[in-house]
């Protein structure tokens, strides 16, 4: 008796729960995607309009995770979403110098992207995704920084052209400053780029030293750091603080050097060529901005690669789905259209030659030269895990120069001591 | 099934019954609360949340005028207390979040709250660090071109946040709506239980009590000696095997009471007819005392008869005095028959008829049976009846048999002293006394008990029979009988005899027969 009343009572409750249980029709697959351009608004409304093109195209929904502009801090708070248990983001927006750090972390993207759309890419960009065989990001845009001048203030000066080397940018800021102010414009400078101790002074400062043919750091299995070159290109970026760039340029991060010269204090500015997009009330009519190839120092032109790519997590439960979003973000009509509505200059070669893109971005010009031979890749493939610790170390070193809180040929030989304990490398002075 | 298994079964059921009401109850009521646990979470994260928010406005419109005053000092004061005050209401955020479990593992949310973290700290960094260093306008220009987007994140945490929220709610009325519906099914799960409950219970009781009460009525039958009951129990159970064995303890004992009913029959049988050997032995010893007893009639008749003759063959026959000789033979011959009947029935099979009797009648009728042998021993028979006797529902016979035994015994016991043995009646309560006194020898020194025992005697040509006899006899009459010593030399053997009630009241008319004999004495 027993057994069958608890079965009666059981068939009551199950049938009266049975009405709740309905089979849900299969759930979209949802994935999840960060990339530093939430930082900026423009960026974040182009990005939405994006995926809301590849849902309504695919059916797989994309969630965004915000994430800040900093790339360090970008980083750790990638590493604290994935120790906090949270399964951190499926796609991710790509620095350069990730590809050589977290190879390990991302799949590889050849098991999903057909050969023939990897090859449309610029091969350069291509060789920096690629580590050991292993295609871990996809281009989706050319990020190299440029050398952003006032048209207006050269062409007022009677310079027909912006400088080709630093020793011109030195004389043409220094003339029009000195020109500006006199004009009344005590708060007016000649150049202005990110100094500030972080990420973003390593690209710059890299950018220098590499130009003057002092290196990338760590080449070749050897530290190269402690080298005249290097020593002399920080010093010449030393005695620029204070004199053409302003005092405080040792505490900018990049929007404080977009901000400043946006609002019309400089006449010449390092920065990346999403500046063109810029059009926040009151900043420079677009006539006033000319774009030109970072000038060359004494032996090349030496241009960083920034944020230009997208990777798998290795995490993902759908990196098939999150391959196809990778695959959209980088296609040639999505890069198209981004170039001609947002100025965001395409890691596909021949978009160079579209005539609608050229019209629209005069300063692609400048992208597609320094591409031809100005790039230089910070040391991360070399660095590998230990690249921030490099990074750091390096970064803390020239801005000790820039701050006169250490001499330069001081500060690289310290630098060369701390990065061989770090990295376990020789120095090629010993070699 | 035995009772306790059965018993240990039902409680199971009952238990079993009530464990799944209590988790049909559960259910329910854990709907509601892990929804409300998790609504609560959630609102509290959600305010929580709206405070970061606020102090992410707050941030700027604040460093807003502190930087419009370009006074290094007041803008680092702000800056350390708004640090101050977004750490503690960004910590109480994430906390709250984190344990929460629908906002915990929301991605978005965990990102732009880190974001936030992060971002405004940063940006308090990065605009302090530019005053500073002087540079009051990249500070401003950093509030306006940058914190905005640290504004824009906020609401996009609070957005999420609330769209948690409102899904929540939406799923505590859905818990609500669906807790409601299943405590209907607890009502029925309830009530479908007590049923169950019940019947378990009834049925139960059913299967102890109905053969209890078929087990009770064979009890009573039993008691009333009814062995032919038998108990009709089924199954395997306890009860049922009790029943068996009281069915089987029923027919032993019914066999028992017919063996008992046999030997007593067969005992009475037995008793009867050695008073009946004893009685013919008696007549056999009193024979000669008979014989005299009759011929004394018989004689006196003839002499009587010869009278008359002699009165008819005188010349002048005399019919007067003829015909009164001829009226005292025939008188004698009666008294001769009287005696000759009453042997008779002495010797007669006992037919155990009992008949409401006068125990004076019986005493009247003895005396002259027993008058020739009195005579023989020099003994003098003496009555003292109470004529007020009742009745009293009695085997004539054997009673006839007990106060012969009596008398004799009484008679015997005067061989040497010669006397008078007294006969008495006495109505005494609801019984009738009868005493044998004599003036004999007494009795035994050691115990007058003893003489009722079988086959006791002391006298040479006795059974030993007798007053064993007569005292079974009067015990089976509902009577006791005993002995007692006189103080005056002899013994007086009493025994009594319940009264009949109704004669009791009203008693019998008396037989006067006024005889010659009555408290008179014989030589």
Redesign the interface.
């Known amino acids: 008796?027993?057994r069958s009343?608890?079965s009666?009572?059981?068939l009551?409750?199950l049938t009266?729960?049975g009405?709740?249980t309905r089979s849900a029709p299969a759930a979209p697959v949802t994935i999840?995607f960060?990339d530093s351009a939430?930082?900026?608004?423009a960026s974040?409304r182009r990005r939405s309009d994006e995926i809301r093109q590849f849902t309504e195209e695919t059916g797989i929904e994309v969630?965004?995770?915000?994430?800040?502009?900093?790339p360090a801090?970008q980083l750790?708070?990638w590493r604290?979403?994935l120790e906090?248990?949270?399964?951190?983001?499926d796609v991710y927006g790509f620095d350069a110098t990730w590809p050589g750090m977290f190879a390990d972390e991302f799949i590889d993207l050849k098991q999903y992207v057909p050969a023939s759309e990897v090859a449309i890419h610029f091969a350069l960009l291509i060789a920096n995704s690629t580590v050991r065989g292993k295609l871990v990001s996809m281009p989706r845009a050319t990020i190299v920084p440029l050398l952003w001048y006032r048209t207006d203030l050269l062409r007022h000066y009677g310079y027909r052209a912006p400088p080709g080397t630093w020793e011109e940018l030195e004389r043409m800021a220094a003339r029009i400053q000195a020109g500006e102010r006199a004009n009344g414009r005590q708060?007016f400078w000649g150049f202005v780029w990110a100094g500030v101790g972080s990420e973003p002074l390593a690209s710059v400062a890299l950018e220098w030293q590499a130009s003057e043919g002092g290196g990338t750091i760590l080449d070749n299995g050897t530290i190269t750091v402690n080298n005249a070159s290097a020593v002399s290109s920080w010093q010449r970026a030393a005695r620029w603080v204070g004199s053409l760039s302003?005092?405080?340029v040792?505490?900018?991060?990049e929007?404080?050097v977009?901000?400043?010269w946006h609002?019309g204090?400089a006449a010449f500015m390092r920065s990346w060529p999403l500046e063109f997009a810029f059009d926040?009330p009151g900043s420079l009519p677009k006539e006033y901005v000319g774009v030109a190839p970072l000038p060359k120092g004494a032996a090349r032109r030496a241009a960083t690669l920034g944020r230009y790519s997208f990777g798998v997590s290795r995490r993902s439960p759908h990196p098939r789905e999150a391959a196809m979003f990778v695959r959209f973000l980088c296609r040639r009509d999505v890069q198209l259209k981004r170039a001609l509505e947002f100025h965001v200059p395409p890691s596909i070669p021949d978009l160079y030659d579209e005539p609608r893109v050229v019209a629209a971005n005069p300063h692609f010009a400048a992208i597609r030269e320094t591409l031809i031979d100005g790039v230089v890749a910070r040391p991360s493939a070399a660095a590998g895990k230990a690249y921030p610790d490099v990074s750091r170390a390096y970064v803390a070193a020239v801005h000790a120069v820039l701050t006169g809180e250490k001499r330069a040929p001081e500060a690289a030989a310290d630098l060369e001591d701390v990065l061989r304990r770090m990295t376990g490398l020789e120095s090629s002075r010993q070699k | 099934m035995k009772i306790a298994t059965r018993l240990t079964a039902s409680l199971i059921a009952i238990v079993l019954l009530m464990v799944v009401v209590d988790i049909v109850a559960v259910w329910p009521y854990s709907l509601i609360v892990s929804s409300n646990e998790r609504m609560t979470a959630v609102d509290q994260a959600a305010l929580a949340v709206l405070r970061v928010n606020v102090d992410v406005y707050d941030f700027s419109s604040r460093l807003a005028a502190a930087t419009g005053g370009s006074d290094a000092q007041r803008l680092a004061g702000e800056a350390a207390a708004l640090r101050a005050h977004f750490q503690t209401d960004v910590e109480r955020a994430e906390r709250l979040i984190v344990s929460s479990t629908t906002l915990a593992h929301d991605a978005t949310i965990r990102g732009a709250l880190d974001t936030v973290k992060a971002g405004l700290p940063f940006q308090l960094d990065r605009i302090v660090a530019l005053a500073a260093a002087g540079d009051w306008p990249a500070a401003r220009l950093r509030l306006v071109y940058d914190v905005p987007s640290l504004v824009d994140i906020s609401s996009v945490l609070v957005q999420g946040v609330e769209g948690a929220v409102a899904r929540e709610r939406a799923e505590a009325y859905a818990s609500a709506q669906r807790a409601r519906r299943l405590f209907v099914v607890l009502l029925i799960a309830t009530l479908v239980a007590l049923l169950m409950a019940i019947g378990l219970a009834w049925s139960t009781a059913r299967a102890i009590t109905r053969p209890l009460a078929v087990l009770d009525a064979g009890a009573h039958a039993l008691a009333r000696g009814d062995f032919q009951h038998r108990i009709a129990l089924s199954g395997t159970h306890e009860l049922a095997d009790l029943g068996s064995a009281f069915n089987y303890a029923a027919d032993r004992i019914g066999e028992l009471f017919a063996e008992r009913d046999r030997a007593e029959e067969q005992l009475r049988q037995s008793r009867a007819d050695l008073a009946r050997v004893a009685r013919v032995t008696t007549m056999g010893e009193l024979a000669a005392s008979l014989a005299h007893e009759i011929r004394q009639p018989i004689t006196a008749a003839m002499t009587d008869v010869e009278t008359c003759l002699r009165w008819l063959n005188r010349d002048e026959p005399d019919t007067g005095e003829a015909k009164a000789a001829a009226a005292r033979a025939t008188k004698g011959m009666t008294r001769a028959s009287e005696i000759i009947s009453r042997i008779r029935s002495m010797l007669k099979k006992d037919d155990h008829k009992r008949e409401p009797l006068d125990v004076n009648d019986l005493v009247d009728e003895m005396v002259p049976l027993l008058r020739s042998e009195a005579r023989r021993y020099g003994v003098s028979i003496q009555t003292d009846l109470d004529r007020g006797l009742p009745n009293v529902s009695a085997d004539r016979v054997q009673l006839q048999q007990v106060l012969m035994n009596l008398m004799l015994n009484g008679i015997e016991a005067m061989n040497e002293t010669r006397g008078d043995l007294v006969v008495a009646s006495l109505a005494k309560g609801h019984e009738v006394l009868i005493s044998v006194s004599d003036s004999g020898v007494g009795l035994p020194r050691d115990g007058a008990d003893q003489i009722f025992q079988a086959f006791f005697t002391t006298k040479p040509q006795g059974t030993g029979m007798g007053l064993s006899i007569s005292r079974s006899i009067i015990q089976s009459h509902g009577g006791r009988l005993w002995a007692g010593a006189n103080a005056s030399g002899g013994a007086t053997f009493f025994f009594t005899l319940p009264a009949n009630e109704e004669s009791t009241e009203h008693p019998l008319p008396r037989h006067e027969d006024a005889d010659e004999n009555d408290k008179g004495t014989l030589a």
């Not at chain 1, 906090?84 to 983001?89: D, F, H, Y």
Request: with cysteine; proline share 5%.
């Open positions: 008796m027993s009343t608890c009666f009572l059981l009551i409750v009266a729960e009405c709740e999840t960060t939430w930082w900026d608004t974040r969630e965004q995770i915000m994430s800040t502009g900093d801090m750790a708070l604290g979403l906090k248990g949270t399964r951190g983001a708060d302003p005092p405080s040792v505490e900018y991060f929007p404080d977009s901000n400043v609002a204090h926040a």
